[in-house]
């Protein structure tokens, strides 16, 4: 019965962000492409990480308004999602400085305990794979979750999504839909383990 309070959202809530700022982004275009097929028990926010300064740890303790907020979305999600570049063989700056923004300080990590998903778009053959490890080097200590598979490199992504930031390949359209039903069964089997 409805006392007349608000309900609980029943649906798994899938926060994603992309390791680039750049406004043709293949991999904020991935997350668009996500944000078409999240399966109906499952809501998607995109989280622009443009505005996160420099990681200064002097200021750890009174972080700025932007880091505030994205700690606060990441822990109203039940499961994240990552899409990032490769830079120079490894995790973009700007993905690491959000990332160490919010496991701070010590004792307050926002993605503690988070199941996490990962996928990438590069223009080189390997798809980010080399950035994808090294992300989930990370994971490690901030104690994260992570989906192991299905792993999602997209390689060639300039063949890959159109002039509009539209990914256009059929192949990889299916690939992002079927990581984002991978991890909204993760996230639900961890949650009834949690129980
Ligand atoms: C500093 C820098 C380093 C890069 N290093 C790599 C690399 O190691 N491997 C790779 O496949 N592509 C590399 N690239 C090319 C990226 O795949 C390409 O810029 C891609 O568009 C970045 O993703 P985005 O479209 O989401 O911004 C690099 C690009 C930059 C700017």
Known sequence: MNGGGKEMDPKIKILGFAGSLRKQSYNRAILAAALEMVPDVASLEIFDLEGIPPFN??????????VKEFKTRIRAADAILIATPEYNYSIPGVLKNAIDWASRP???????GKPVAI??????????ARAQYDLRRSFVFLNMLP??????????AQDKVDSNGRLTDEKTRKK?????????????KLKGKKG
């Not at 010590?106 to 503690?112: L, P, R, S, V």
């Not at 996928?119 to 980010?128: F, H, Q, Y």
């Open 119 to 128: 996928t990438g778009a590069s223009v080189g053959m390997l798809g980010t």
């Open 147 to 156: 989906l192991n598979r299905p792993e999602v490199m997209v390689p060639l």
């Open 176 to 188: 992002i839909g079927e990581l984002l039903e991978s991890l909204i069964v993760w996230t639900e």
């Open 57 to 66: 740890q002097d200021l750890e303790l009174q972080p700025p308004d932007r």
């Open 106 to 112: 010590y004792g307050d990590n926002a993605f503690d």
